[in-house]
């Protein structure tokens, strides 16, 4: 979700992990809270595919080193600019490295050269981690959940429950490794054949059908990047030519779920589709770097889903990564929350369901002005109109109702524009949408939805009948910040960088910060703060109204060099 980036985002919140994977290298970076939840701020991959070297040797190569270093660097360069320590900087190595005979030769060079401290997992770490990770994306806290998570190498298999591991169990076959033995197969019905037999031998000897059905599971999740694309080749068409209409399919909105029907129409696509120059282009334009082994990981997981006798599987955004990120947050903050993040992800999943990519990202930065606009206001030790407290009435749950309101605002847009706030709040309360929130809860980030627009409700409203006096008081001030979020979100009066709110002598102020010196078409009419109070009129006579105090609003310009500020909240929202 976007944030103001220079607010409350300090190096002891924020936290690097790096994938040292068979394929790929990815670095992710997130600013965490205490309870649990965090957001995503960077993401970077890079394909360094080590596998390649070990189905020549047993050894990473000289080149393949030289690879990562640079890599490596880079992800250096990135952490080091965000102030990260050491202390929360991360980087695990999976199957490449673990069956590399000189893996210890690569994690001193690594050390000399990058001076990161490679922790080189073995196949259970690597599948808690992938568990603990999927618990951040998907709300199965509370189930008995099988984990697949197929890499370049390996492929992790994990049963867990309320984030305890039942069984783990690490093979060795990864779409990057069945690639190097069997080739891209496309086409080649023999070739399939060979490789459907491998992998059918591998898993039955490692005795992994019979453990699994020793232990069962409720739902199966896959996790890693292969089976994503998969299920993305799914939504988008891919096995019936859909696929330039990816994101708007028959007007359905992604469902993060794929079925063995599905995945046998995809396989049957990708192996049958014919090894000629159209299907190849078409299948290296919609995997891109995945489709050279796209083919195996598809053969892999089929197999799979016929050996554990899986019929549908769940898909987690989340992996390996954003699991060595929950662990290092369990370590660093008491009584750390495991299911707090996928609680969050469920207000995020709902948005992404009705919304394009475009009312997402204005949610998300409406968000992040309220969250600016609440801490600010807790910042107040008191009101100088009737010592009225506030900082003892706000806790860190009630940021989360209005990030989470704020976020879901426009999602009435779905049905129409008109009316679209009433519909915001219909879908939110008639629906299972959001995961571990209590009925009051959902009731009360519903209303936040239904009033942000129209008629400010007042503290006698029937809708407000059932909330106690203090829960009347503080809903009034989280809707007056929820209106004015969302009127500067869509305000066009200032290029909004974000914003900053406190009390003083002269009363309370919010400081407009907004980016001057970007280029604008010829004859288009610069932004401008002279009318902005205009257009918050209705807002500012709502606070007025709550905390018998003026607001002020003035303008704070910055200059290209705090862009980048900017540039990180609308990133972040893109990874929501």
Known sequence: MATNTSFLQ?????FASIDMGTSSFKLLIIRACPNGKFFTIDTLKQPVILGRDLSSSCSISTQSQARSVESLLMFRDIIQSHNISRDHTRAVATAAVRAAENKDEFVECVREKVGFEVDV???????????????????????????????????EFVIGKRGKVVFC??????????????????????????????????????????KVKESGFEVAVGSSGTIRAIEKAVFSGYDQDFVDNVGDFGGHKRDWRLSRGELKGIVERLCCGGDGEVERVRRERFFKRRSEFIVAGAVLLDEIFELLGIEEMEISGYGLGEGVVADSLAKVFDGYDLNANARWRSVVRLAMRFNNKKRVKAGAQCASIAKDIFEGLRKCDKLDNNQVKLIASFEDKDLEYLEAACLLHNIGHFTSKKGYHKQSCHIIMNGDHLYGYSTDEIKLIALLTRFHRKKFPRSHHAFLEEFPEQAKQKFRVLCAIVCLSVILQQNDCVNLRGVDFFHSYEGFKLVIKEARDQPYLPGSAQPTLDNIEAELEKELEHFKKIFKQELLVVGSSSSSNDRKDKFTCERDADHL
């Open 169 to 210: 169990e690490s093979v060795n076959l990864g779409h990057v490794s069945l690639s190097e033995k069997f080739g891209t197969c496309s086409g080649n019905f023999e070739e399939v054949l060979k490789m459907r037999e491998y992998v059918r031998m591998v898993i039955l000897e490692f005795g992994l059908v019979e």
């Open 10 to 14: 300090t190096p002891q919140t924020l």
């Open 121 to 155: 997992l073995t196949g259970e770490q690597e599948a808690k981690f992938v568990y603990m990770g999927v618990l951040q994306f998907l709300p199965v806290f509370d189930r008995l959940v099988l984990s697949v998570d197929i890499g370049g190498g390996s492929t």
